[in-house]
């Protein structure tokens, strides 16, 4: 009878130890990943030419975007550095930042190719912040009512809109005429 307790103690001891290094390890790999993002975030709020004190506020607004949109926080992060890599001030790329995650979220189109969308609109047609989701609903609805949807033109439209641009399209109603001739 104390030989079967013991070996239950024995057993309980070495499950709880068990437990202990499975919770441990994961504690520390949450731990890498979280530097890990946190670093990634730095290099972007430094290339914005922002400072340390940037980086929790950016950090606590990605998190609010990606609760949003529902999209995992490093979508949200990948879709800021495409805008801060474009060359977006931190400032325009967070007004930007909802509407590329709702619509990449919506459109099943990679973030990355949405957001240089985001900024090829922006740049091209002069679609400010306040009208970059109704930008997109066009796109949605053009892409819904033709062949082209815009999880396919989100890779084409950086290279397509300064040439549009060019012939005099802008605002909305010019991205209204774009996509109808996309179509």
Same mark, same amino acid.
């Given at each position: 009878?104390?030989?079967?307790?013991?070996e239950?103690?024995?057993?309980?001891?070495?499950?709880?130890?068990?437990g202990?290094?499975?919770?441990?390890?994961?504690?520390? %790999?949450?731990?890498?990943?979280?530097?890990?993002?946190?670093?990634?975030?730095?290099?972007?709020?430094?290339?914005?030419?922002?400072?340390?004190?940037?980086?929790?506020?950016?950090?606590?607004?990605?998190?609010?975007?990606?609760?949003?949109?529902?999209? /995992?926080?490093?979508?949200?992060?990948?879709?800021?550095?495409?805008?801060?890599?474009? /060359?977006?001030?931190?400032?325009?790329? %967070?007004?930007?930042?909802?509407?590329?995650?709702?619509?990449?979220?919506?459109?099943?189109?990679?973030?990355?190719?949405?957001?240089?969308?985001?900024?090829a609109?922006?740049?091209?047609?002069?679609?400010?912040?306040?009208?970059?989701?109704?930008?997109?609903?066009?796109?949605?609805?053009?892409?819904?009512? /033709?062949?082209f949807?815009?999880?396919? %033109?989100?890779q084409?439209?950086?290279?397509?809109?300064?040439?549009?641009?060019?012939?005099?399209?802008?605002?909305?109603?010019?991205l209204?005429?774009?996509?109808? %001739?996309?179509?």
């Amino acid at each position: 009878d104390a030989e079967a307790r013991r070996e239950k103690i024995a057993l309980w001891l070495s499950r709880t130890a068990t437990g202990g290094l499975v919770v441990g390890a994961a504690a520390g %790999m949450a731990y890498k990943n979280f530097a890990d993002v946190e670093r990634r975030i730095n290099r972007i709020v430094i290339n914005a030419d922002k400072g340390a004190e940037a980086i929790q506020p950016t950090i606590a607004r990605l998190q609010q975007v990606g609760d949003s949109a529902r999209l /995992g926080f490093d979508e949200v992060v990948t879709g800021l550095d495409a805008l801060i890599a474009s /060359g977006r001030s931190l400032d325009e790329a %967070m007004a930007f930042l909802p509407s590329v995650a709702m619509t990449a979220q919506a459109s099943g189109a990679a973030i990355n190719d949405i957001a240089l969308s985001a900024d090829a609109l922006a740049g091209a047609l002069d679609i400010d912040p306040a009208n970059m989701q109704r930008a997109f609903d066009i796109l949605v609805a053009g892409g819904k009512a /033709g062949k082209f949807e815009l999880k396919d %033109m989100s890779q084409y439209l950086p290279s397509l809109l300064p040439a549009f641009s060019a012939l005099g399209f802008k605002g909305t109603e010019g991205l209204q005429k774009v996509v109808a %001739m996309l179509q």
